[in-house]
């Protein structure tokens, strides 16, 4: 499979070491330094193109590749407020997008007892749910994308929070969540429900970033040759 990186950072750079190893080619690599070849043509030539840039870069790249016809698999956070117009845009250019907030075959299980927990403990108003996420000092966004996801699950099953914050809170209708920005850490999120009883918590800690880069190769394994919209539920068979 014929693979464009667009951002060759951190997870960039990973993905491809794991892309190359499964015997994929990298035919683009777009960083800061040479956005001039980051065009509809170059990215034409890859069979699926994968996005790691950032939140303030993420919303231009993924237009560009829809625009491409090329199937896209973007692990950007940070620009989800533009979400439902990129997915319009896939559905009229009959185009192809797997988002994952988090790619991580551990993370995605984590969400799936994250929803379990969240609609055990949805009769038991004595209990207040919060959550921390820890990530490294470069990070750009807070609350990470990850914190987000969990947050909208959570929110789904316990209706009496209508809403979450990035700070402490006092409005039991508010989600807290921490953000703590420590190095070196790939990623922390705690769940935690608390009553005068006892305290329920569940923790998902990344070791390194490895699995974000092999669930994200995954994911463009199983998009290449799709069409529509997808998830990593689809990809794991969750
Ligand atoms: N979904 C996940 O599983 C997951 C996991 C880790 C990180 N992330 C997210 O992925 C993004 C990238 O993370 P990272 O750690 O690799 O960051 P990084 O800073 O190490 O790398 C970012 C790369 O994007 C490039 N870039 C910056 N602006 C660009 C632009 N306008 N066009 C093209 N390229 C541009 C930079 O030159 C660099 O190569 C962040 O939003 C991060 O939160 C997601």
């Not at 560009?64 to 989800?80: D, K, M, N």
């Not at 009496?160 to 409005?171: A, E, F, H, I, L």
Request: with cysteine; glycine share 8%.
């Amino acid at each position: 499979m014929k693979i464009a990186l667009i951002g060759y950072g951190k997870m960039g750079q990973a993905i491809e070491k794991i892309a190359v190893a499964k015997g994929h080619e990298i035919v683009l690599k777009i960083s800061i330094d040479n956005l001039e070849d980051n065009t509809i043509e170059n990215i034409q030539q890859a069979d699926v193109a994968i996005e790691f840039t950032g939140p303030e870069s993420a919303y231009d790249n993924v237009v560009r590749c829809i625009e491409a016809g090329v199937p896209l698999v973007c692990g950007s956070t940070g620009w989800l407020n533009k979400y439902d117009e990129v997915t319009a845009l896939v559905k009229e250019k009959n185009g192809t997008l797997l988002y994952a907030s988090n790619f991580s075959i551990g993370v995605n299980i984590f969400f799936e007892l994250n929803r379990k927990l969240a609609e055990l403990m949805a009769p038991h108003a004595d209990y207040d749910v919060s959550m921390v996420e820890i990530h490294h000092t470069q990070k750009l966004d807070a609350p990470s994308g990850t914190a987000i996801t969990l947050a909208e699950q959570v929110m789904e099953k316990i209706t009496r929070k209508q809403s979450w914050v990035n700070d402490t809170t006092g409005n039991p209708a508010e989600l807290s969540i921490l953000s703590e920005r420590i190095d070196p850490a790939p990623g922390t999120h705690k769940i935690k429900y608390s009553s005068s009883i006892d305290d329920i918590e569940i923790i998902h800690t990344a070791h390194n970033r490895t699995g974000f880069a092999s669930g994200a190769v995954l994911a463009a394994e199983y998009i290449a040759g799709r069409k529509g919209i997808f998830s990593m539920k689809e990809v794991l068979g969750l």
